[in-house]
């Protein structure tokens, strides 16, 4: 049963990975779709592809989410009909090494909080009151991480920017209750997407260890549960739901085999 044929979302982090993924599922939905990250020609040429083959409209925002006056002007400049947002995948994320915390480099800590704490928090802040404000039953997706339950060695702050989407996520929910907002935590566990290329600034083989051993998920696996959930009736909210591989149970049980 297709309930969002027709209704608009708003993804951030759409140039690759899982919120590429998540544009393309619900293109094939009807969605209409408002994508938004740094690459301009990412993005347009994803408009392309998604126009040609599905009934749907699509625009892009290049914008970087740490940059608030950007943000939020993209976003106030909005035309009128795609102001009527429906669905907000909260998505633009990254991680950025796998080391002790003492050693990090300043700007790679603020990066990963930049853009997973405040960058998320700007997309908040800037896209909610048009979902209010349209006065219809929407779905507000953030994307959280195992990380966000659990932390890891050499993850520290990573983990620490997926702890505080958990709660920036519940905190949303609850005072969203008496609007007509449902609010999600996805939290996925091992993804084979862009994610380990960027925490290892390009290196593909310490990119490719990591999905070693196991049959990760793949974006797709994720659009998938995204798509459920915001394909869901009126009436129903998920509000956690954390998805892993076979084989791995959260950010730390991982059975690799040999
Ligand atoms: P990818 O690297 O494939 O995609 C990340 C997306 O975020 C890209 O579209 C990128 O676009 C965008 N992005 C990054 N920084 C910025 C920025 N400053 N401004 C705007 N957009 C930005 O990784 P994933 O798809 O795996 O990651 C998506 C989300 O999923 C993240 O929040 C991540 O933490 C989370 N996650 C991933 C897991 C995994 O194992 N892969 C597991 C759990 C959670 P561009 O570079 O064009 O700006
Ligand atoms: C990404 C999952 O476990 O690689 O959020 O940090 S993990």
Same mark, same amino acid.
Request: include cysteine; proline fraction near 3%.
């Given at each position: 049963l297709n309930r969002i044929k027709g209704k608009i979302a708003f993804i951030s982090g759409?140039?690759?990975?899982i919120g590429k993924a998540v544009a393309e599922k619900l293109a094939q939905m009807g969605v209409n779709l408002i994508l938004c990250a740094r690459r301009a020609e990412v993005l347009a040429e994803l408009k392309a592809k998604l126009e040609k083959e599905h009934a749907v409209e699509v625009i892009t925002l290049a914008f970087d989410v740490r940059n608030y006056q950007e943000v939020a002007k993209n976003i106030q400049s909005l035309p009128e009909k795609w102001r009527?947002?429906?669905?907000?995948?909260n998505n633009a994320g990254l991680a950025i090494g796998l080391q002790h915390l003492y050693t990090y480099a300043i700007e790679d800590i603020d990066q990963m909080i930049d853009t997973n704490i405040k960058g998320f928090t700007y997309i908040a802040n800037s896209v909610i009151p048009l979902m209010i404000a349209t006065d219809k039953v929407g779905t507000i997706v953030n994307v959280g991480s195992v990380a966000g339950e659990i932390a890891y060695p050499n993850g520290s702050i990573y983990c620490a920017t997926k702890f505080a989407v958990k709660a920036l996520s519940d905190a949303m929910r609850i005072e969203l209750m008496d609007k007509k907002l449902k609010v999600t935590t996805v939290k996925p566990g091992l993804?084979?997407?862009n994610f380990s290329k960027v925490r290892f600034k390009g290196d593909e083989q310490k990119a490719e260890n990591v999905y070693k051993g196991i049959t990760p998920l793949y974006a797709e696996d994720i659009a998938d549960t995204i798509t459920y959930i915001v394909n869901?009736? !009126?009436?129903?909210?998920?509000t956690d739901i954390t998805v892993t591989p076979l084989?791995?149970? !959260?950010?730390?049980?991982v059975y690799k085999l040999a």
């Amino acid at each position: 049963l297709n309930r969002i044929k027709g209704k608009i979302a708003f993804i951030s982090g759409a140039s690759s990975g899982i919120g590429k993924a998540v544009a393309e599922k619900l293109a094939q939905m009807g969605v209409n779709l408002i994508l938004c990250a740094r690459r301009a020609e990412v993005l347009a040429e994803l408009k392309a592809k998604l126009e040609k083959e599905h009934a749907v409209e699509v625009i892009t925002l290049a914008f970087d989410v740490r940059n608030y006056q950007e943000v939020a002007k993209n976003i106030q400049s909005l035309p009128e009909k795609w102001r009527q947002i429906d669905i907000l995948i909260n998505n633009a994320g990254l991680a950025i090494g796998l080391q002790h915390l003492y050693t990090y480099a300043i700007e790679d800590i603020d990066q990963m909080i930049d853009t997973n704490i405040k960058g998320f928090t700007y997309i908040a802040n800037s896209v909610i009151p048009l979902m209010i404000a349209t006065d219809k039953v929407g779905t507000i997706v953030n994307v959280g991480s195992v990380a966000g339950e659990i932390a890891y060695p050499n993850g520290s702050i990573y983990c620490a920017t997926k702890f505080a989407v958990k709660a920036l996520s519940d905190a949303m929910r609850i005072e969203l209750m008496d609007k007509k907002l449902k609010v999600t935590t996805v939290k996925p566990g091992l993804v084979e997407t862009n994610f380990s290329k960027v925490r290892f600034k390009g290196d593909e083989q310490k990119a490719e260890n990591v999905y070693k051993g196991i049959t990760p998920l793949y974006a797709e696996d994720i659009a998938d549960t995204i798509t459920y959930i915001v394909n869901l009736p !009126d009436k129903v909210q998920i509000t956690d739901i954390t998805v892993t591989p076979l084989h791995q149970s !959260d950010a730390i049980h991982v059975y690799k085999l040999a």
